[in-house]
């Protein structure tokens, strides 16, 4: 969909493989400095979510990648999340992160009829985003449970927290849709 400012907001396509260096590119810039907040992602994981239809891609009126955001599925589609919310800084205050948001929860929905949505943020702006979308704050004992989710919380810094705590509770806010 494209919006008032030019802005293309869509789900990728296997033509839109070659664009996974440029998300590639955006999340580690979004991560130097970072103290919490992105899990890391290998190139290798972008490319294949973009390959396979799984992330949803903000175009500028140029035709560059401004941000994207990844829909993962677990526990055998059980459970799906939004994640990687990312949106270049030159590209910020257009409404994009909120767009984004949006095309992912609709493509999850499409894709995943039957799972669950949530996502865990450290991101005061995805929280305002996740909230107006009518998603609410839950335990993380109403998370997925999948390893293979939490396993992308390993790089943060503050994995330590998350283990003492047993996985009851971290930095991050668990949300699911209402």
């Known amino acids: ?6 802005y ?9 493989a070659p664009r996974a260096a440029e998300a590639f590119a955006l999340l580690q810039e979004a991560l130097k400095g ?7 992602r290998s190139l290798a994981e972008l490319s294949g979510k973009i390959t396979d239809g799984l992330a949803v891609l903000a175009l500028s009126p140029d035709g560059v990648l401004a941000g994207f955001i990844l829909v993962c ?17 030159a590209h910020r205050q257009h409404g994009l992160a909120g767009r984004l948001k949006e095309a ?21 702006a995805v929280l305002k985003v996740n909230a107006r979308m009518g998603w609410v704050p839950v335990p993380y004992a109403e998370v997925c449970r999948d390893p293979g989710f939490w396993k992308g919380c390993e790089a943060c810094p503050h994995h330590e927290t998350l283990l003492r ?13 209402g």
Do not use: H, N, Y
């Not at 970072?34 to 890391?40: P, R």
């Open 104 to 124: 992912a929860a609709g493509l999850a929905r499409a894709r995943f009829p039957a799972a669950r949505r949530f996502g865990l943020t450290t991101s005061g």
């Open 8 to 16: 293309r907001v869509r789900a990728s396509t296997a033509a839109d």
């Open 165 to 177: 705590m047993k996985g009851e509770i971290c930095f991050c806010t668990a949300m699911r849709d």
């Open 1 to 6: 969909m494209e919006g008032q400012d030019g």
């Open 73 to 89: 599925p677990w526990d055998q589609d059980r459970w799906v999340s939004t994640s990687a919310l990312v949106v270049a800084p």
């Open 34 to 40: 970072k103290v919490i907040g992105l899990a890391a």
